[in-house]
Every structure is written in structure tokens, then in C-alpha cells.
């Protein structure tokens, strides 16, 4: 064979992989991409870099927004996790030298000329558009603004993570040029941290993790109570007892200072600007629900005079001092709040006082926005008056269909609306109860539920009459927020059960939000096939608590190898341990009794599926056996404690004498197999059911391995986690 011959089939062979690779299905899916024929992909390297277009480095929305430098900082972080580069590199640059860069992602933003023309569904121009230019040698992503072009950060993570499962040694995106639009303007999820409380850093990574899928909008209800008729309607005013929070923490001196309950269960203002903070850099504004008049029993034990007698969650509007109680509570933390809505609930208050009701929500509108130039939501209404009605200027968030309003009238009538249609979107933590509402995200429905077998869509609101949807074009329509629940309180679900509940409904909504039901959108095969890898690899938090490891067993300590309080990790993966006023011995290690003898591993915490086994001999039955950064089992009755919540496993391990313990969790169940006897015990909760019934419910519980003992007497040897239940 000639040279010439022989140098053109080199080259043909190391370009196949380039010229066959294409954009693969991701989600949401893309609005159009069109491949370059014959062209070499972009080939991700440990040379490649991340360049900022300098003159919109350092360009904001707003004074909280990140800038496009700041989302370039997220990008690269996430770029190096995902395709497992050490660092990446970010600069500015001028767009001149663009063909000077090299192995460039190029950040941008668009002319206005050009970005203008980018609309949601609805008509309205949107910022969240991004043009996809790719070539040999560069990717530009071009956003109508900032958050646009960190929404196409988000498509070229999910290419690499997907090209590069299809393809281990190398990551090459196809060439060629595409647009990707939003459908609709509010893509977001509501969690009820009212009934359940939540800390902020479980809060943020709900966000990070959201912004996968392009989620937009994390709609916090911070305000409510447990619902239980005997407590709340009964004689011997027992409602003050009944659990209800207000999570926002007065300053020190406030007025409001008695107001946030339960104490130890509230965010500082650092707290929660914190978390806006950080869940803006990933493009999701935190909107904040202080829930009122209905709902509102944290309010009416604080000042009991300001309830409706016989109704204590019901605040009585006509009371002259309940509005400016309000006002005073908005006054106090509007400035907390960093974007331009908030909601002030007012859902599910009596109908007999609804001009009054109407006169409430008007008044809120016009305070919130003279104070801070914020406009306010509120939970869909029906309200019976002839005379009066809620400012058009207020945005209605429908939930219940048909009875507390009919969307296409409220858009008919001039509101904005945007979709949380229970039947489709409303779950329930742990438990149904009385309701239908499910854990997840129904796919069935979410896939075929609509009129004609067709596809849920944020402009679908009765599955079965299609007279009361809309169009996708309707221009009062602003997009949809999928709640979840806590009706049955803070026992009922772990922070991490209530992510399970979120993990594959966030990237349903997400796509459902952003490609709607339409030409572009994924196949239910393709989404299905999709998600389980996207899940696995979604940058920036790890809700899923994965815990690299070599093989099956993750951490296997016998305890009978020590060198100066090291402990040796038998798995291979080398997580070594650390001992303190700890000894050792054959018979394992011998912990002393104190909270000061202990031992560390470099593990906080596993998530399931896994199995978790010892063996142990207790000379008491106080103290911890493991601790992590989600659970505490504690030897007393193997007890969880999860964020002050405990759960027994009701079996009492004989001191003196060495017991077997096997763990295992799914994440619907955690069990225990004692002494390898053939029946699990399982762990559960009770769940109090409106004040109706009392109802079991298991548990699921991440694997605590972050120290063994700490309080603990006796001895613990032959610990082993391993991946799988």
C-alpha cells in the first residue's frame, strides 16, 4: 500500500468515532439540533477549556443573580465531576480571538437583536434560549442572557455523560448547530416545609439536583400545621399542642421574635440567603410561601386572639389587628427574599367571609409591592362574592379542579395562572392517606393521561374534558409546579425519602415543562432508558449518597489489624479508619463508654440499596453504634434517631453476649436479620391519618459509617457494608 493510501486510512479510522457520533436523546430534549455532515465532533479533553465572552463576564440580572463568569465557575465544576477531569480551566477572553482559543467550550450571550426573538409558548420574550454551535475545535453556547446560556451548560454535561457511557476512552459531541427553547416560564417544584422541617443544605441540593433538568423555580411553603380535627376543634383547646411551623427566624429583639416555631426547627436570615444564593448559581430562584389567612395555626398560637373561635387555624381577617399582624410579618422578612414573587397562600379559608378574603389578598398585593415591588401568588380560589374580586395583577396557582376554580375562566378573566393540577401533580410524603396522591410522579398519567391518550403538558388541566384545557400558545399560562406533601408530619418521611419521591418526578416535570408534549419530546422508551444513568451522574450533590468503591463491599473492618489507631479497610478501597480510647483485640474492638472513644472512617454516609452488618456485645445499652451525616442507630433497641425523630426496632440486645446484626435497605424498607435468624424485623413509623386512623409505614434509612461507637460500651467487630440489599 502507498503512503498516501496509508496516511488517508489512519485518518479515516481515527475520525469514524467523529464523523458517526450524534446528539443523543437527553432530557428535556433538545428544541433542534442539526448535525454538520461529514464533519469532526469536539473532542473533550484534559486540554480543554472554559472561555467567558469578557464583555459579559461580569453582566447580572439583578444584584443576587450570578453573573455569566459565576455560572462558567458552576459549569467547570460540574464538567470536571462528570467526565472526570482534575480541573478546568476558566477564562475571559475577547470574542475576536475566538479562533485562537482552541479546545474551547465559549460562553456568550446573544445581541438583543437576535435574542428577542426567543418566546416561551405563551408569546412572551424569554431569557433562557441558547443557541448550540459545535465544531472540531470549539462549543459556543449563546443564551438569550446568562441563565440561557448556563441552561445549554446543563445539554453539554448531559452529552458527555451520555457519550461517554457509550464510549469510556474518549467523549467526541457531533458538530453541528441547534436552538433549545423553554415552553414555558415557571418549571418548578413546591416542598412543604410547614409540616416537615428540612435544613437548608438539604434544601440547596434539591436545587442543584433540579437544575439537571432545567427546573427553574423551587417554591418553598414555609408556613403550616398538622391537621388533626380532635386537637384543632375540640374542647380542651389542645391545639396548642398540635405540631405546625414557621420556619423564618426573627432577629434577636424582633416583635416577631416568639412567632418562628419550633425553635430548633427555623432558618436565620444568613441561613436562607444562603440557600437563594446557592440555588440561583444553578439557575433556580427560591420563591418563599408564608402561608395566611387558612393554614395558619403557627400564627394563632402565637397570638391566639387573632383566630376565627372554634377554627384556630383560620385566622380571623375582620379582627382589626390581623392585617397589620401581617404586614408586620412581611415587613420582617421581605428583605430576606431575593426574587421578584412570593406567595402568601391564602388557600382554603371560609367561603362566608369571601369579601372580606378578597379585600385581604388585594391589600397584601398592594403592601408587598409598595414595600419591596414584589407581585404575590396565590393557591387557586373560588370565592363566593358578586361584588368583589382579586386583582388581576395577582397570579393564580390552581389546584383543584373543578371546585375552587376553573383555569380557563380565571385566564378568560384576565389572570395569570400557573398549573399545579392535584390530579396530575400533587404528591404525598410516605403515605396516600384519604388522598390519591402518590409518592412519585404517576408516569402513566404523566405519559398518557391527557384527552386522546396524549401526553401531559403544563396546558393540560382535566384529563378527561378537553373543553377545560388550553392551548399550549394560551398567553395567560405561565408554566407549572409540581407540590409535594407532608401531611403526616416530620416522623413520617427522612429528608432522603422525600428526594426518592423527587428524583425521577423532577426530570419528568422537567422535560414535561420545557418540551411539553410536542414533536420534540422524548418517547417514554427513551426517557425511561435516559434516566437512570442521568440520575446517577447529576452533578454538584450527591442526594443518592453513592460511595465509590472497587467492588460489592464497600468498607470491611475486623478490627484485628491496627497500627497507632489506624484501622485497615480489607475491601481494597482503602478506607482506612481512625481509633480513639478505642482497643483492640481478636475479639474485635473495645470501646469504653465515654463520647469520647470512638472510631472515624472517611465515609459520611451510603445510600441504599446496601447491607450492613456486625457483630456486637454490649456491657450497656446506652450510647451509639454508628453515626453519619443522615442517622444515628443507637444500641438501645437498635433505634434510629434521624433528626430527632427515633424509630425502634423493638428488639433489646442481651448484654454480655455477642448478637449478629444484618441491615438491610431498600429504598422503600430497612430490616434487620438478628443472629441470622430467617424472619426480618423491619423498622417502621405511625402515621396519625387526619385525626382518622393510625397507619403503619416503613422506613428507609442511609447507612451511618461515619464513626463507630461514641457513648458505647462493649465491643463491635466484623463490620461490613456492602452495595446491595
Given at each position: 500500500?502507498?503512503?498516501?493510501?496509508?496516511?488517508?486510512?489512519?485518518?479515516?479510522?481515527?475520525?469514524?468515532?467523529?464523523?458517526?457520533?450524534?446528539?443523543?436523546?437527553?432530557?428535556?430534549?433538545?428544541?433542534?439540533?442539526?448535525?454538520?455532515?461529514?464533519?469532526?465532533?469536539?473532542?473533550?479533553?484534559?486540554?480543554?477549556?472554559?472561555?467567558?465572552?469578557?464583555?459579559?463576564?461580569?453582566?447580572?440580572?439583578?444584584?443576587?443573580?450570578?453573573?455569566?463568569?459565576d455560572y462558567a465557575h458552576t459549569f467547570s465544576s460540574d464538567l470536571s465531576e462528570i467526565a472526570g477531569l482534575k480541573s478546568i480551566?476558566?477564562?475571559?477572553?475577547?470574542?475576536?480571538?475566538?479562533?485562537?482559543?482552541?479546545?474551547?467550550?465559549?460562553?456568550?450571550?446573544?445581541?438583543?437583536?437576535?435574542?428577542?426573538?426567543?418566546?416561551?409558548?405563551?408569546?412572551?420574550?424569554?431569557?433562557?434560549?441558547?443557541?448550540?454551535?459545535?465544531?472540531?475545535?470549539?462549543?459556543?453556547?449563546?443564551?438569550?442572557?446568562?441563565?440561557?446560556?448556563?441552561?445549554?451548560?446543563?445539554?453539554?454535561?448531559?452529552?458527555?455523560?451520555?457519550?461517554?457511557?457509550?464510549?469510556?476512552?474518549?467523549?467526541?459531541?457531533?458538530?453541528?448547530?441547534?436552538?433549545?427553547?423553554?415552553?414555558?416560564?415557571?418549571?418548578?417544584?413546591?416542598?412543604?416545609?410547614?409540616?416537615?422541617?428540612?435544613?437548608?443544605?438539604?434544601?440547596?441540593?434539591?436545587?442543584?439536583?433540579?437544575?439537571?433538568?432545567?427546573?427553574?423555580?423551587?417554591?418553598?411553603h414555609a408556613v403550616d400545621n398538622l391537621w388533626n380535627p380532635a386537637y384543632l376543634y375540640g374542647p380542651n383547646a389542645e391545639w396548642q399542642?398540635?405540631?405546625?411551623?414557621?420556619?423564618?427566624?426573627?432577629?434577636?429583639?424582633?416583635?416577631?421574635?416568639?412567632?418562628?416555631?419550633?425553635?430548633?426547627?427555623?432558618?436565620?436570615?444568613?441561613?436562607?440567603?444562603?440557600?437563594?444564593?446557592?440555588?440561583?448559581?444553578?439557575?433556580?430562584?427560591?420563591?418563599?410561601?408564608?402561608?395566611?389567612?387558612?393554614?395558619?395555626?403557627?400564627?394563632?398560637?402565637?397570638?391566639?386572639?387573632?383566630?376565627?373561635?372554634?377554627?384556630?387555624?383560620?385566622?380571623?381577617?375582620?379582627?382589626?389587628?390581623?392585617?397589620?399582624?401581617?404586614?408586620?410579618?412581611?415587613?420582617?422578612?421581605?428583605?430576606?427574599?431575593?426574587?421578584?414573587?412570593?406567595?402568601?397562600?391564602?388557600?382554603?379559608?371560609?367561603?362566608?367571609?369571601?369579601?372580606?378574603?378578597?379585600?385581604?389578598?388585594?391589600?397584601?398585593?398592594?403592601?408587598?409591592?409598595?414595600?419591596?415591588?414584589?407581585?404575590?401568588?396565590?393557591?387557586?380560589?373560588?370565592?363566593?362574592?358578586?361584588?368583589?374580586?382579586?386583582?388581576?395583577?395577582?397570579?393564580?396557582?390552581?389546584?383543584?379542579?373543578?371546585?375552587?376554580?376553573?383555569?380557563?375562566?380565571?385566564?378568560?378573566?384576565?389572570?395569570?395562572?400557573?398549573?399545579?393540577?392535584?390530579?396530575?401533580?400533587?404528591?404525598?410524603?410516605?403515605?396516600?392517606?384519604?388522598?390519591?396522591?402518590?409518592?412519585?410522579?404517576?408516569?402513566?398519567?404523566?405519559?398518557?393521561?391527557?384527552?386522546?391518550?396524549?401526553?401531559?403538558?403544563?396546558?393540560?388541566?382535566?384529563?378527561?374534558?378537553?373543553?377545560?384545557?388550553?392551548?399550549?400558545?394560551?398567553?395567560?399560562?405561565?408554566?407549572?409546579?409540581?407540590?409535594?406533601?407532608?401531611?403526616?408530619?416530620?416522623?413520617?418521611?427522612?429528608?432522603?425519602?422525600?428526594?426518592?419521591?423527587?428524583?425521577?418526578?423532577?426530570?419528568?416535570?422537567?422535560?414535561?415543562?420545557?418540551?411539553?408534549?410536542?414533536?420534540?419530546?422524548?418517547?417514554?422508551?427513551?426517557?425511561?432508558?435516559?434516566?437512570?444513568?442521568?440520575?446517577?451522574?447529576?452533578?454538584?450533590?450527591?442526594?443518592?449518597?453513592?460511595?465509590?468503591?472497587?467492588?460489592?463491599?464497600?468498607?470491611?473492618?475486623?478490627?484485628?489489624?491496627?497500627?497507632?489507631?489506624?484501622?485497615?479497610?480489607?475491601?481494597?478501597?482503602?478506607?482506612?479508619?481512625?481509633?480513639?480510647?478505642?482497643?483492640?483485640?481478636?475479639?474485635?474492638?473495645?470501646?469504653?463508654?465515654?463520647?469520647?472513644?470512638?472510631?472515624?472512617?472517611?465515609?459520611?454516609?451510603?445510600?441504599?440499596?446496601?447491607?450492613?452488618?456486625?457483630?456486637?456485645?454490649?456491657?450497656?445499652?446506652?450510647?451509639?453504634?454508628?453515626?453519619?451525616?443522615?442517622?444515628?442507630?443507637?444500641?438501645?433497641?437498635?433505634?434510629?434517631?434521624?433528626?430527632?425523630?427515633?424509630?425502634?426496632?423493638?428488639?433489646?440486645?442481651?448484654?454480655?453476649?455477642?448478637?449478629?446484626?444484618?441491615?438491610?435497605?431498600?429504598?422503600?424498607?430497612?430490616?434487620?436479620?438478628?443472629?441470622?435468624?430467617?424472619?426480618?424485623?423491619?423498622?417502621?413509623?405511625?402515621?396519625?391519618?387526619?385525626?382518622?386512623?393510625?397507619?403503619?409505614?416503613?422506613?428507609?434509612?442511609?447507612?451511618?459509617?461515619?464513626?463507630?461507637?461514641?457513648?458505647?460500651?462493649?465491643?463491635?467487630?466484623?463490620?461490613?457494608?456492602?452495595?446491595?440489599?
Amino acid at each position: 500500500m502507498k503512503l498516501q493510501e496509508s496516511l488517508w486510512l489512519l485518518v479515516t479510522l481515527l475520525c469514524v468515532t467523529c464523523i458517526h457520533a450524534t446528539i443523543l436523546p437527553q432530557i428535556p430534549s433538545l428544541t433542534n439540533f442539526k448535525e454538520a455532515k461529514h464533519a469532526t465532533g469536539f473532542q473533550l479533553s484534559s486540554k480543554t477549556e472554559i472561555v467567558v465572552d469578557a464583555k459579559f463576564a461580569n453582566v447580572k440580572a439583578d444584584k443576587h443573580s450570578p453573573s455569566l463568569l459565576d455560572y462558567a465557575h458552576t459549569f467547570s465544576s460540574d464538567l470536571s465531576e462528570i467526565a472526570g477531569l482534575k480541573s478546568i480551566r476558566v477564562r475571559t477572553d475577547s470574542s475576536k480571538n475566538q479562533r485562537k482559543f482552541g479546545n474551547a467550550i465559549y460562553l456568550t450571550v446573544l445581541p438583543q437583536t437576535l435574542a428577542k426573538k426567543y418566546k416561551y409558548h405563551n408569546g412572551n420574550a424569554t431569557d433562557e434560549a441558547y443557541e448550540l454551535d459545535i465544531n472540531q475545535d470549539i462549543i459556543k453556547i449563546s443564551g438569550s442572557s446568562a441563565i440561557g446560556t448556563f441552561w445549554g451548560t446543563r445539554s453539554v454535561l448531559q452529552q458527555v455523560a451520555i457519550h461517554q457511557k457509550q464510549h469510556s476512552s474518549h467523549v467526541t459531541i457531533p458538530a453541528g448547530s441547534g436552538v433549545d427553547v423553554p415552553g414555558w416560564e415557571v418549571r418548578g417544584f413546591m416542598l412543604d416545609a410547614g409540616r416537615h422541617w428540612f435544613d437548608v443544605e438539604f434544601l440547596s441540593d434539591l436545587c442543584v439536583y433540579a437544575s439537571f433538568w432545567k427546573i427553574n423555580e423551587f417554591h418553598v411553603h414555609a408556613v403550616d400545621n398538622l391537621w388533626n380535627p380532635a386537637y384543632l376543634y375540640g374542647p380542651n383547646a389542645e391545639w396548642q399542642k398540635l405540631y405546625a411551623g414557621f420556619r423564618f427566624q426573627a432577629e434577636p429583639g424582633s416583635p416577631l421574635e416568639g412567632l418562628s416555631r419550633p425553635k430548633n426547627e427555623t432558618w436565620s436570615k444568613k441561613d436562607f440567603q444562603w440557600l437563594q444564593s446557592k440555588c440561583l448559581s444553578y439557575g433556580v430562584t427560591v420563591v418563599p410561601e408564608i402561608e395566611s389567612p387558612g393554614h395558619a395555626l403557627a400564627i394563632t398560637q402565637w397570638k391566639p386572639e387573632l383566630m376565627i373561635q372554634g377554627t384556630p387555624d383560620n385566622m380571623n381577617i375582620t379582627q382589626p389587628e390581623m392585617i397589620p399582624t401581617i404586614k408586620s410579618i412581611w415587613k420582617e422578612f421581605l428583605p430576606w427574599f431575593y426574587g421578584s414573587e412570593v406567595s402568601i397562600g391564602a388557600d382554603e379559608y371560609d367561603a362566608s367571609l369571601a369579601n372580606d378574603y378578597i379585600d385581604f389578598v388585594n391589600t397584601m398585593a398592594d403592601y408587598i409591592h409598595q414595600q419591596s415591588g414584589k407581585s404575590i401568588r396565590v393557591w387557586g380560589t373560588n370565592e363566593p362574592s358578586k361584588t368583589k374580586k382579586i386583582s388581576t395583577k395577582v397570579t393564580i396557582q390552581h389546584w383543584d379542579f373543578p371546585s375552587d376554580d376553573i383555569p380557563v375562566n380565571l385566564m378568560k378573566e384576565g389572570y395569570n395562572v400557573i398549573n399545579s393540577e392535584q390530579s396530575f401533580l400533587y404528591l404525598d410524603g410516605k403515605s396516600s392517606g384519604e388522598t390519591s396522591f402518590p409518592q412519585e410522579l404517576n408516569q402513566d398519567i404523566m405519559w398518557t393521561g391527557a384527552p386522546g391518550g396524549n401526553g401531559w403538558a403544563p396546558n393540560i388541566f382535566d384529563a378527561k374534558d378537553s373543553s377545560n384545557n388550553t392551548a399550549v400558545d394560551e398567553p395567560r399560562l405561565r408554566g407549572s409546579i409540581m407540590p409535594l406533601w407532608n401531611d403526616w408530619g416530620n416522623n413520617a418521611t427522612t429528608k432522603l425519602e422525600v428526594y426518592y419521591s423527587f428524583a425521577r418526578s423532577l426530570a419528568t416535570l422537567g422535560l414535561k415543562t420545557w418540551s411539553g408534549s410536542g414533536s420534540s419530546a422524548l418517547t417514554r422508551s427513551e426517557f425511561d432508558s435516559l434516566y437512570p444513568l442521568l440520575n446517577q451522574v447529576a452533578p454538584g450533590q450527591n442526594l443518592n449518597r453513592v460511595v465509590a468503591s472497587k467492588g460489592k463491599t464497600v468498607v470491611s473492618y475486623d478490627f484485628k489489624k491496627t497500627k497507632h489507631g489506624q484501622v485497615t479497610d480489607k475491601s481494597g478501597n482503602h478506607y482506612e479508619a481512625s481509633a480513639k480510647n478505642v482497643k483492640f483485640s481478636d475479639s474485635g474492638a473495645t470501646f469504653e463508654g465515654s463520647s469520647k472513644s470512638y472510631i472515624t472512617t472517611p465515609i459520611g454516609s451510603m445510600g441504599p440499596p446496601y447491607t450492613l452488618s456486625f457483630t456486637v456485645n454490649p456491657t450497656s445499652l446506652s450510647g451509639v453504634l454508628f453515626s453519619g451525616t443522615d442517622s444515628v442507630l443507637l444500641a438501645n433497641d437498635l433505634t434510629w434517631n434521624v433528626t430527632g425523630q427515633l424509630y425502634s426496632l423493638n428488639y433489646s440486645m442481651p448484654l454480655h453476649k455477642a448478637t449478629k446484626v444484618e441491615i438491610h435497605a431498600t429504598r422503600e424498607v430497612t430490616y434487620a436479620y438478628i443472629n441470622q435468624e430467617k424472619t426480618p424485623r423491619y423498622w417502621y413509623t405511625v402515621l396519625d391519618i387526619w385525626g382518622d386512623y393510625m397507619q403503619t409505614a416503613n422506613m428507609s434509612f442511609a447507612a451511618p459509617i461515619q464513626k463507630i461507637g461514641a457513648g458505647f460500651k462493649g465491643i463491635i467487630s466484623n463490620v461490613q457494608l456492602s452495595q446491595g440489599a
